[in-house]
């Protein structure tokens, strides 16, 4: 079974509107954590958030957001006031057990976002 | 502060032959990870180095692949000899050892896409 799943084929979204990336995870451990990648046409991953599965609170990090809903295991990002840099790939996550650093990442297959002027 | 540099960033080689890449992580971190991108695919987690040593090689598709980071600073990733599927974009992390810090980050070079031709 996919752990994480990432089903949008492609997102199109108008600049400075909100855009929501889907995320659903799969896992039976109940420490984990979630991070969403962007990849730009440079290649390079880059971070955006970090969702850990004990947070009480949804993640933010500038125009950035996570949706994080425990009991449908789904961690949508989302984006707000969308500009044309955010056109890219994004990639959902997870690391399980949650706090080891020698546990690895388990990506999702991407979703391209395309931001219209 | 320099972040994860890839070398090359793009090769071409015919089935058969040998490639070499090459990881600089980011200076004082531990962590070192491969990772792998078929077209289309998930990216999927090839090995950890902690350090020098290897901490999880569970990725390794097969013995034609080796990797080693001598002195626990960059990381090489052998193909020999590389056959077609070996075709992808391969990406290297590194993260500092923070044990207990769920969020871990590892952050990402910008990939070294491999074709076999």
């Known amino acids: 079974a996919q752990k994480i799943t990432q089903t949008q084929p492609g997102m199109f979204v108008q600049e400075k509107e909100a855009v929501t990336l889907d995320c659903t995870y799969d896992?039976?451990?109940?420490?984990?954590?979630l991070f969403w990648y962007k990849q730009p046409s440079s290649g390079e991953m880059i971070f955006l958030i970090y969702?850990?599965?004990?947070?009480?609170q949804n993640a933010t990090e500038g125009r950035y957001s996570l949706n994080f809903q425990k009991a449908r295991k789904s961690a949508n990002l989302v984006i707000s006031a969308s500009q044309l840099g955010d056109s890219a790939m994004y990639f959902c996550?997870?690391?399980?057990?949650?706090?080891?650093?020698?546990?690895?990442?388990?990506f999702g297959k991407g979703i391209t976002l395309s931001v219209r002027p | 502060e320099a972040g994860v540099t890839q070398f090359p960033s793009h090769s071409v080689i015919e089935k058969g032959q040998t490639v070499t890449l090459r990881c600089d992580p980011i200076?004082?971190?531990?962590?070192l990870y491969w990772y792998r991108r078929v077209m289309g695919k998930e990216i999927k987690f090839l090995l950890h180095?902690?350090?020098?040593?290897?901490q999880d090689e569970s990725g390794m598709p097969n013995n034609r692949f080796l990797a080693e980071r001598t002195g626990g600073t960059y990381s090489t990733l052998k193909v020999q000899p590389a056959e077609l599927e070996d075709s992808g974009v391969y990406f290297c992390?590194?993260?500092?050892?923070?044990w207990g810090s769920g969020a871990n980050v590892l952050t990402f070079g910008a990939g070294s896409r491999l074709t076999v031709l």
């Open positions: 992390a590194s993260s500092q050892d923070v």
């Open positions: 896992t039976s451990d109940p420490s984990y954590g």
């Open positions: 969702q850990g599965s004990y947070d009480q």
């Open positions: 996550a997870m690391r399980e057990p949650r706090g080891g650093a020698n546990s690895k990442l388990t």
């Open positions: 200076s004082g971190h531990d962590n």
């Open positions: 180095f902690v350090k020098e040593s290897k």
